[in-house]
């Protein structure tokens, strides 16, 4: 069974501290200043940082080493880990291979559809999906076995996070499928960005009422919004996305040089109400390209200075 | 039943194109269903193609035969003659259809005029839809009766994954999220909450991964 913490995050988690987290995504290309540059940038503005896995199917610098370019600047990573493009063997070998590295956390996903990325024409693997992962770390962490059974020499130990849309529908399942990546092992929830307060406290309300808020770390995640045309274009095309009329109304309402600063106050009333839920944990701020304002985020939100 | 459709006339006329004596086969079971490889379509096939070879000042004679079925070796036996007068089989059934005639006649070119893509149910006039990918293991008794290995985009055995929109899946805008056809049959059924239950890593051994997979039915064989 778990008993020491695996990782800085889950030890600030289980003090009941509310974590900031934040996330880097590896460059195209094999140049590692750029993930040391990006960790600089969030550096002791955040407790740990995401490092995305080939996002939106897109050919980048693996999250494994870029990850480790990050714990080798003293920041604290999680590994994004999706089953889209290994199978069984090749993602439990990158398991025990992270945490040799010295990964101590990981977020389990399916990933997007390689369809969306620059490379359509690839085969899609979805050999196990993110719950079987989720479940294949909480085997290895608490029966020191891989999926055969076999016994692993030293078995990773490491905190299991997954990732929940509230927007997504149909709306009641939501809250069930959370129950299931909990019941499977996931320590921690890091949700799509939130917008919708309204609805995102609605699933919040239904998920304490499962009793689903005492079991897991919810960590609410934001976006500050760049521009009015930022905002109409995730409305529209990113799956899985809720943005109310109200915020696009905002966003489009002020002169274009008004608009970044706009967005990042957005995020900032965003981000006080969620301090105020009951459940929310913590914060993960997908601030994409654009991670120099994320220290002045958690700065202007009083989360200055990380434990 | 397999669902095909008939590949492109160009790749088709840049296929053939070596050829003077061609025969058009048709099949009459699946790819006649769905309107590929029938006697209709070998008809409409060979004039297209007498058309084309006219225009371009190609010398080409072709002959139209249909079988029952081309994956069985009784039926494609009818069509020996007629692949005999000609040098090559331009074959409208499915890619075990092709298979099998290339077997039957080694010494021909046998093509392929249909891309297979599918064992799917006739929805509606004129529109088919993938259900079942042959995986070996019909799992449809843990899903409601509906295949998310082969109607969910990412295969998920948990879903529905974060992009479902609307009952549509995220990366078709107009098919239907499989997971959410699986949660509408077990709300209908009233046990929604049979979904909680976790679903294992799929066995894929008796799927194709496993290489060419073979029936032996021990009562039937001679
Ligand atoms: S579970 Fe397998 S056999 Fe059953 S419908 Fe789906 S793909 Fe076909
Ligand atoms: S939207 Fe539905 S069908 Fe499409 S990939 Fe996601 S779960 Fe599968």
């Known amino acids: 069974m778990k008993t020491e913490p695996a990782s800085r995050l889950e030890r600030l988690l289980s003090q009941g501290r509310f974590v900031v987290t934040a996330e880097c995504g590896p460059p195209r290309g094999a140049n590692g200043d750029v993930i040391r540059r990006k960790g600089a940038l969030l550096k002791g503005a955040v407790d740990a940082v995401n490092v995305t896995d080939n996002q939106t199917a897109i050919v980048r610098m693996s999250s494994i080493a870029a990850a480790k370019h990050l714990l080798d ?68 962490r608490e029966g020191g076995t891989d999926m055969s059974g076999h016994p692993l020499d030293d078995p990773p130990k490491m905190f299991i996070g997954a990732a929940a849309n509230p927007f997504a529908d149909p709306f009641e399942y939501r809250v069930l499928r959370l129950a299931k990546k909990i019941d499977a092992g996931a320590d921690f929830i890091q949700t799509q960005c939130i917008y919708n307060l309204e609805r995102f406290k609605k699933w919040m309300e239904m998920a304490s009422g499962e009793g689903l808020t005492e079991k897991v770390h919810i960590l609410a995640g934001v976006t500050p919004l760049k521009s009015a045309g930022m905002a109409k274009y995730m409305a529209r095309n990113v799956a899985g996305m809720d943005i109310p009329e109200a915020i696009l109304r905002r966003m489009a309402g002020v002169p274009k040089e008004n608009a970044a600063g706009e967005g990042i106050a957005i995020c900032l009333e965003t981000i006080a109400a969620l301090r105020e839920m009951p459940g929310v944990h913590g914060i993960h701020i997908m601030a994409i390209e654009w991670e120099e304002q994320v220290r002045p985020i958690v700065e202007q939100a009083r989360l200055l200075p990380r434990p | 039943m397999i669902v095909g459709e008939q590949k492109p006339i160009k790749e088709i006329l840049n296929m053939t194109a070596p050829h003077h004596r061609l025969l058009v086969l048709g099949c009459g079971t699946c790819v006649k269903t769905c309107f ?187």
């Open chain 2, 36 to 222: 590929a490889g029938g006697e209709d379509e070998v008809a409409a096939l060979a004039s297209l193609l007498r058309l084309a070879s006219r225009k371009d000042g190609r010398s080409l004679h072709i002959e139209e035969f249909t079988v029952e079925r081309q994956c069985e070796d009784a039926f494609i036996a009818e069509a020996a003659e007629a692949v005999a007068r000609n040098e090559a089989v331009l074959s409208l059934a499915c890619g075990a259809g092709v298979q099998a005639v290339a077997r039957r006649f080694p010494r021909f070119r046998v093509l392929p005029g249909v891309n297979t893509t599918f064992l799917g149910v006739l929805e509606h006039r004129g529109v088919f839809t993938e259900e079942c990918s042959g995986c070996g293991d019909c799992q449809l008794a843990l899903f409601g009766g509906v295949c998310p290995f082969s109607r969910c985009a990412k295969k998920l055995l948990n879903g529905p994954c974060g992009g479902s929109r609307n009952g549509k899946c995220e990366v078709h805008a107009d098919t239907d999220c499989v997971w959410h056809l699986i949660i509408e049959r077990f709300t209908a059924l009233g046990r929604l909450n049979d979904l909680r239950t976790y679903v294992p890593p799929k066995n894929w051994q008796p799927s194709l991964s496993g290489g060419p997979r073979k029936l032996i039915r021990e009562d039937h064989t001679l």
């Open chain 1, 73 to 140: 600047s003293g920041i604290e990573p999680v590994m994004q880990m999706v089953t889209r493009d290994r199978n069984r063997i090749a993602l439990q070998s990158d398991i025990l291979g992270a945490y040799a590295l010295g990964i101590r956390n990981i977020l389990c996903l399916s990933g997007d559809h390689q369809s969306f990325g620059s490379q359509p024409d690839a085969l899609n693997v979805f050999d196990i999906d993110s719950m079987n992962l989720i479940r294949t770390v909480r085997t290895m």
